[in-house]
């Protein structure tokens, strides 16, 4: 599925202030696969449950995540960014 908008959240532009500038340069590279197909193996789309259902997530590292929902047209809004404490 090819993404046509991103939209980034206001607490999602805070998250990203804050991650290191290495984070911030896979997150650049991650973000240009996600815009072409954002269930690229490498990713790691998945759903989310529990209080989350109806949001997903993809893989930056091993330890951080991009926390999104999809919308109409292909547009997709971003909330939130970081390591496993985005979910609490």
């Not at 607490?11 to 240009?32: G, N, Q, S, T, V």
């Not at 259902?53 to 991009?66: E, N, T």
Request: glycine content about 6%; overall charge positive; hydrophobic content about 40%.
């Amino acid at each position: 599925m090819k993404v046509n908008a991103i939209i980034y959240a206001p607490y999602f532009k805070r998250a990203y202030k804050k991650l290191p500038p290495e984070l911030k340069a896979i997150f650049i590279e991650r973000e240009k696969l996600f815009r072409q197909d954002c269930f690229y193996p490498l990713l790691k789309t998945h759903k989310l449950g529990g209080k989350w259902k109806g949001y997903w997530a993809f893989w930056l590292d091993y330890h951080h995540r991009v926390m999104f929902q999809f919308a109409d047209d292909g547009q997709v809004y971003f909330f939130n960014v970081g390591d496993h404490s985005i979910y609490q």
